[in-house]
């Protein structure tokens, strides 16, 4: 087991490591030139997602969607991720997870579009689609799209179901001395119930729990930036310094070179946006939407609530935390993935408890949503039959994340992203010229309001 694990972070080292980063930094970059600089109506997006789209066809409306979404996204890495991004870049790493987010933005969208225009209607009226789709359909490389699928299902048994499960127990046996076991037990119990009704019954608990939980933790990041009011603009002013500075930070930072504060800066914005992955536009295709345009813009909103808002906020509080307490937290010895629980933990009682709760919410959310990619991916390669043996077994790899070691799971779930995102980042580039002249025709004018007058749906898929 030794041996596999070392493999596997060997193999790790080679997926995310520069040539990964540079072509989805560079896909980022191509796909704004390409969209106009979509990242200009982010807020636009914001306003269609609460607009509801009720005449189109779909499953649910577009905020479900964008709510099923986030739910996948904005989870333990928006907290943990940014802790050790500080640890292993300096506070400059922030910056550019922050940049990484706002050219991500783009890449969300094109993803997104090219899934929803490419997405097909069962016999009883389910909306499908994903990279998978677009790549068989828009590409005719079904072979690719097969893997794109095979990489999600394996995927959602990693970052979906067991190291969320853990993190749950974990939490909840550290600060509350909950057995490992019940906690394994309750998950999964709360789990199944969700699941079996599919994407309708997720997005409902998505839709309640995404919004609370995440004015719940900025509330809490808001109570600790009160606390180290007279050190907020000094950690911002220290963010952006230690970015293209090559020199030791201040308050006790570990001494970060521009290419650390860029390199674990933009890996951990793009673990956490998961742009470029394409998980997120399988969520947005079962959206009431007119065109392939508004609900992509809505599903790009994401990344900006995810990377731009979240994680910018949680690394404010995380340096600010640090230079108010320089003794407290020796940045030099400490474990990242903890920074943000000491920080929170310098405002007695309410800091501890915002946050567990938070990382509670977050990973139980973030169960949900990627059992609905995997049950989508698993589709896709077996037909509907699939799915209710997918949804036992995701259930069953829940449970044992709870209560066995994880350090081989966090390994092969970052490969199989990894694996994910290549033939996704085919799809969108080779489609790119598509998402450009979409682009094009629906911010002419008052397009965004009218319906296409080709069906997104071109064709219905036949039951086998």
Known sequence: METFCAYINWLNSYLWGPPMLILLV????????????IQR???????????????????????????TALAATIGTGNIVGVGTAIALGGPGAIFWMWVSGVFGIATKYAESLIAIKYRVKTEKGTMLGGAMYALERGL?????GTLFALFGCLASFGIGSTVQSNAIATVLNRNMHIPFLVSAIVISIFLALVIVGGIKSISRVCTKFVPLMSILYVVGCLIVLLKNINYILP????????????????????????????????????????SGMGSAAIAAVAAKTRNPFRQ???SSTGTFWDTVVICAMTGVVIVSGILANPGLIDIHNVDGSILTSIVFGQVKYIGPIILTFGLILFAFTTTLGWAYYGERCIEYLFGVKANIPYRIIYTATTFLGAVISLNIVWGLADTFNALMAIPNLVAVLLLSNLVAAETKHYLTGDNIDKIDNTPIALYTLKSE
């Open 41 to 67: 109506k982010v807020f636009l997006g914001i306003k269609l997602s609460v607009k509801q789209d009720s005449k189109a066809e779909g499953d649910i409306h577009c905020f479900d969607a964008l709510a």
């Open 235 to 274: 950690a911002i002013s220290e963010i952006i310094n230690s970015a293209f500075q090559p020199r030791a930070a201040g308050g006790g930072f570990i001494a970060a070179t521009f290419m650390s504060a860029a390199r674990f800066g933009i890996a951990r914005g793009l673990f956490s946006s998961e």
């Open 140 to 144: 005719k490389m079904k072979w690719l």
């Open 26 to 37: 560079c896909t980022h970059l191509y796909l704004t030139f390409k969209t106009g600089f």
């Open 296 to 298: 992509a813009l809505v």
